[in-house]
């Protein structure tokens, strides 16, 4: 009898094990970023063609950094949490980063599109997608190769990145923000970095 | 009629594979030192996007850009330690398919030995109690009992 409850007991344990496994997020790989200075960069800016952008730039304010391109089917989701952050207006700014936007269309041959038409393209696409879903960005700054991106450790867009004022990365968000998460954890995280 | 329908079938997806290595290979032929670093150490590190593929293996688009970016930096001269550190401090030991040894990864290195460490105590164990059992069972019969069994095996056993 008492062998029984011991298998038992080794049973239960293990569907417990199977149970909690199954319920954890695969995707959710921890940043090391997280706790590091923000990768720097300097990136053109979507709109003014003569102007650049770098996480140095926004030295002294808590800011986003979302990662996007009109590709992407998960940031359609997300776009209206974020459009509705930057109307709300408490001042934190959100900087786009447009992740790969020809190249990392599945849907377009790259090797037929020429070489010099390749950014006037992207910045076409990019502005277009934003004029029909809202712009809450304060600027987009155009990682037309992804290599931003790789520095950032992107693995799957929507990201999304909160950075403190001295340019530190205090949390990584993978996939689209929901309201949930925007008001649990970026909100509550934004309030006490701006104190 | 299956059968060929099959064959034909597997012959079709066989010359994908051939065909696709073949693409490959013709990359990797202009420098065969920097593109044998390259297979190792794209062995050695995971596609985040389908997780259980290496970099090596895996078409996604970010393995592809992976694998570029180390053609980049063996052209540059880094050594492979260097170039590892470079996807650990952006991607976490995650990506590394064999993780280092340190507090967070113990489980994983020491589980299967603990497992097995478990199962040989088990199994002492339980021959211990066994022994004991078939001791006790093997004691040699009393002659009063030898009678009776001889008796028993001669009743059915009748010549």
Same mark, same amino acid.
């Given at each position: 009898?008492? &062998?029984?409850y ?7 344990a293990?569907?417990?094990?199977l149970?909690?496994?199954? @319920?954890?997020?695969p995707?959710?790989? $921890?940043s090391?970023?997280v706790?590091?200075?923000? $990768?720097a960069? &300097?990136?053109a800016?979507l709109?003014?063609a003569?102007?650049t952008i770098?996480p140095e730039?926004? *030295?002294g304010?808590?800011w986003l950094? @979302?990662?996007? /391109?009109?590709w992407?089917?998960s940031?359609?989701?997300e776009h $209206?949490?974020?459009?509705d952050f930057s109307?709300?207006? @408490? ?5 786009g980063?447009n ?9 377009i041959d790259m ?12 910045l076409?696409r990019a /502005?277009?997608w934003l004029?029909e879903?809202g712009d809450?960005?304060?600027l987009?700054?155009?990682d ?11 693995y799957?867009?929507p ?10 990365? &205090?949390?990584k968000?993978?996939g689209p923000v929901s $309201?949930q998460?925007? @008001?649990? *954890? ?8 701006n104190? | 009629?299956i059968i060929?329908r099959?064959?034909v079938f597997?012959?079709g997806l066989l ?6 290595s073949?693409?490959y290979e013709?990359a990797?032929?202009d420098?065969?030192?920097a593109?044998?670093?390259l297979?190792a150490?794209s ?6 996007v ?13 393995a #592809?850009?992976?694998r570029?970016?180390?053609r980049?930096m +063996?052209?540059?001269?880094r050594?492979?330690? =260097?170039i590892?550190? !470079?996807? #650990?401090?952006r991607?976490?030991d !995650?990506?590394? %398919? ?5 507090? +967070?990864?113990?489980?994983l290195w020491?589980?299967?030995i603990?497992?097995?460490l478990i199962?040989?105590?088990?199994m002492?164990? %339980?021959l211990k109690?066994?022994?004991v =059992?078939?001791?006790?069972a093997?004691?040699p019969l009393?002659?009063?009992e030898a009678r009776?069994a =001889?008796a028993?095996?001669?009743?059915a056993?009748?010549?």
């Amino acid at each position: 009898m008492n &062998r029984y409850y011991w298998i038992l007991g080794a049973f239960a344990a293990l569907v417990v094990l199977l149970a909690v496994g199954l @319920n954890l997020n695969p995707r959710e790989v $921890p940043s090391p970023l997280v706790g590091k200075p923000a $990768p720097a960069f &300097r990136l053109a800016v979507l709109g003014q063609a003569d102007k650049t952008i770098g996480p140095e730039d926004m *030295k002294g304010k808590v800011w986003l950094l @979302n990662v996007w /391109a009109s590709w992407c089917v998960s940031c359609r989701q997300e776009h $209206p949490v974020l459009v509705d952050f930057s109307r709300r207006g @408490n001042g934190t700014p959100i900087v786009g980063l447009n992740y790969k936007e020809l190249r990392g269309d599945g849907a377009i041959d790259m090797r037929r599109v020429p070489a010099e038409q390749e950014v006037p393209m992207a910045l076409e696409r990019a /502005a277009g997608w934003l004029k029909e879903h809202g712009d809450p960005y304060l600027l987009t700054a155009m990682d037309i190769d992804g290599r931003v991106g790789i520095d950032y450790g992107v693995y799957g867009v929507p990201e999304t990145y909160v950075i403190d004022k001295a340019g530190i990365i &205090r949390m990584k968000h993978t996939g689209p923000v929901s $309201p949930q998460v925007l @008001n649990e *954890k970026i909100l509550p995280l934004v309030a006490e970095l701006n104190k | 009629m299956i059968i060929v329908r099959t064959l034909v079938f597997a012959l079709g997806l066989l010359s994908t594979v051939v065909f696709a290595s073949a693409t490959y290979e013709a990359a990797i032929a202009d420098d065969p030192v920097a593109e044998k670093r390259l297979q190792a150490l794209s062995k050695e590190l995971r596609c985040l996007v389908c997780q259980n593929e290496t970099i090596a293996d895996s078409n996604a688009e970010l393995a #592809v850009d992976l694998r570029r970016e180390i053609r980049g930096m +063996i052209r540059d001269g880094r050594s492979d330690n =260097e170039i590892l550190d !470079f996807m #650990v401090t952006r991607y976490g030991d !995650f990506v590394l %398919y064999r993780p280092p040894v340190k507090g +967070i990864t113990l489980l994983l290195w020491a589980g299967p030995i603990l497992l097995l460490l478990i199962g040989i105590l088990a199994m002492r164990s %339980y021959l211990k109690r066994r022994a004991v =059992e078939v001791a006790v069972a093997d004691k040699p019969l009393s002659a009063d009992e030898a009678r009776r069994a =001889e008796a028993l095996l001669n009743e059915a056993d009748p010549k």
